[in-house]
């Protein structure tokens, strides 16, 4: 066994009564990458993570990280992995660096190292000057760094990220970003992330895909947008049936129609687009083009888009803390 | 040794919480008072001597310092519903501390507001014509702080199986006032329905209240007030024995329950 996957994950299997969460997945994480799960609300990620985490017992199957088994050795397991949970998980009664404190006890962080560090991270994340503020007066986004910041305290191997931008703004999230990669190239820190935001899936190495959960795809960004094929051009005519029946019978080319839209992959499409302006008898109201991204690479590999789904989960998400805010009081 | 620092850290942050929090404590301490004075001040001419020597303020008076340590402590298992409510007991389940060291800290902390809790309501004894002569307390602080460490532990138990907090305000009703109320604070127990005996004999709250009882109003009123079971009247040792297994039950549960929470 190679000594550099930090995780391994074997014939995993997670059964609640009658829902089959995750299915039989098996994957490997190399030491330092960033390495992304990626997939529709509800997909299993959140499940995979709270059993690698220790948080919850796996039906059959096993993992193992930093060479420890997420069964057996639970303790070890926990001092080798930070968290930030999808869900806020900070003491908000208590300031910054009480929570940090806290943090720094139950993970064994010496004493001697203590001060240090927590400025070290709460700097990182530019808190420091709110250090002495409770946390219930902090924004959102301040409080995702906060937690960022809690969860390095202890220099982990292996860093889990449960959706750590939802619901921040794209400010704030390129900021997140930017910590998270400076980290791993200065502390060697392995990032494992999940997220249904393509663009953040983009920064991984390695990227699996979920649907179901099963494991539907498993490679860097590049390699999975590859199986898509090219560009995409999105076409839209006056009578797109028509349009749909003339490409096929043309150009052998099978396209996707959605909402008052067809789409298809095509190589080299910047080329194609003036012979189809050309050729094509129905009339052409909008065309472009562009590169694939990976929801394409999702679409292709389920049928179904991500973004849909996203926009629903975050929805929820809002619903959900609206309802914990008007219970607070 | 990281048992203990994981018990401390747990500890100390409820109080820390607490501290934080110092106008909900003054408004525990309300309650009770208001009990000692309304109820006191009401029923006393009207009920006359209970004992030699003890009107009912007196009377009433330890019975309030057991329900108060008695509810503060229930109650300290809802610090747990509201870490689970707002994501903290996820940071703490994670975390490389045993869940047995979980589970110890948050009893202790619970049993620690608790005590303070009853020390503050103590303060008030000579307001109500009593005098604690400074040898009583070395018995009676020990004596609260295990039936604040002992109730502490179910209402952390209780707490570790409950997930919202609607759920738990409805298990604190139908648990908590029935055992306060059957437990001899407001009134003795030794005249009363046979029905109500049984219940009144099977709540670890009466033998609670009763050592309480016993060292603040002195060996001779006991005797008049204090529980009998089967001809024999309980003393302050024997109570606690029940207090204490009780309590290592009830421990014994929530590192259980702790232990295999997902």
């Known amino acids: 066994m190679p000594k550099s996957h930090i995780i391994e994950v074997k014939n995993l299997v997670k059964k609640y009564a ?5 299915n039989d997945i098996s994957f490997a994480v190399e030491e330092g990458e960033v390495f992304g799960l990626l997939g529709p609300n509800g997909a299993g990620k959140t499940t995979v993570i709270s059993i690698l985490c220790t948080l919850s017992k796996p039906t059959s199957g096993g993992a193992s990280i930093n060479g420890f088994d997420i ?3 639970r303790s070890q397991v926990r001092q080798s992995i930070g968290l930030v949970f999808q869900d806020p ?36 994340v530019e808190l420091w000057e709110r250090r002495r503020d409770i946390v219930k007066t902090f ?11 809690r969860g390095l305290l202890h220099y982990p191997k292996v860093l889990f990220l449960d959706e750590p931008t939802l619901g921040l703004d794209p400010q704030t999230r390129r900021r997140l970003w930017e910590f998270i ?19 953040e899936a983009e920064y991984a190495d390695h990227i699996a895909v979920m649907d179901y959960g099963q494991l539907i795809a498993l490679d860097n960004p590049e390699r999975l947008k590859g199986t898509v094929g090219g560009d995409v051009i999105n076409l839209s005519t006056v009578d797109n049936q028509k349009a749909q029946a003339e490409l096929k019978e043309r150009y052998q080319i099978q396209a996707g129609s959605d909402n008052e839209q ?51 989960g975050e929805l929820k998400d809002i619903v959900r803390q609206l309802g914990r805010r008007q219970r607070r009081r | 040794m990281n048992h203990l620092r994981g018990i401390y850290t747990i500890w100390y942050r409820d109080l820390l919480r607490v501290w934080r929090d110092k106008l909900r404590m003054a408004s525990f301490l309300a309650f009770p008072l208001l009990f000692l004075v309304v109820f006191g001040s009401g029923l006393s001419s009207t009920m006359g001597m209970l004992a030699p020597g003890v009107d009912f303020s007196k009377f009433m008076f ?51 507001i608790a005590l303070i809790q009853g020390c503050l309501i103590l303060l008030f004894a000579p307001l109500f014509g009593l005098t604690l002569s400074p040898g009583v307390l070395p018995q009676l602080l020990p004596t609260m702080f295990l039936v604040a460490c002992a109730l502490s532990a179910m209402g952390i138990f209780l707490a570790s199986l409950i997930k919202s907090l609607e759920a738990h ?19 003795p127990v030794d005249n009363v329905p046979a029905w109500m005996n049984v219940l009144v004999k099977i709540n670890p709250a009466t033998y609670s209240v009763d050592p309480i009882r016993q060292l603040m109003l002195g060996p001779e009123s006991a005797s008049a007030l204090g529980i009998t079971i089967f001809g024999h009247t309980m003393t302050i040792g024997e109570d606690l024995m029940i207090v204490a297994g009780f309590g290592l039950i009830m421990i014994i549960l929530a590192m259980w329950s702790f232990g295999s929470q997902e």
């Not at chain 1, 943090?103 to 700097?123: D, T, W």
């Not at chain 1, 502390?187 to 663009?199: A, I, K």
């Not at chain 2, 305000?169 to 009134?187: H, R, W, Y």
């Open chain 1, 18 to 22: 009658k829902l089959v969460a995750v």
């Open chain 1, 71 to 73: 069964v057996r050795q």
């Open chain 1, 89 to 124: 998980s900070l003491d908000e009664q208590l300031t910054a660096l009480e929570n940090l404190e806290f943090h720094s006890r139950v993970y064994n962080v010496p004493a001697s190292v203590r001060k240090e560090r927590i400025e070290q991270v709460l700097g990182m």
């Open chain 1, 139 to 149: 924004s959102g986004g301040m409080k995702r760094r906060l937690e960022l910041a």
């Open chain 1, 181 to 199: 990669l400076n980290l791993r190239q200065k502390e060697g820190t392995t990032v494992f992330l999940t997220t249904h935001y393509m663009d």
């Open chain 1, 262 to 312: 067809l789409s298809f992959e095509i190589a080299n499409g910047d080329r194609f687009i003036p012979t189809l302006i050309r050729e094509l008898d129905t009339e052409i109201s909008s065309i472009s083009l562009r590169r694939p991204t990976l929801d394409d690479v999702f679409l292709k590999l389920t049928g179904h888009r991500l973004r849909d789904e996203a926009a629903k």
């Open chain 2, 62 to 112: 330890p019975g309030i310092i057991g329900m108060t340590v008695l509810m503060t402590s229930f109650m300290s298992g809802v610090s747990i519903v509201w870490d689970r409510e707002f994501g903290f007991l996820k940071e703490v389940l994670v975390a490389p501390v045993s869940r047995v060291a979980v589970a110890a800290g948050k009893t202790l902390g619970g049993a620690t």
């Open chain 2, 169 to 187: 305000q409805a298990v604190v009703q139908l648990l908590m006032f029935p055992m306060i109320f059957l437990s001899g604070v407001f009134f």
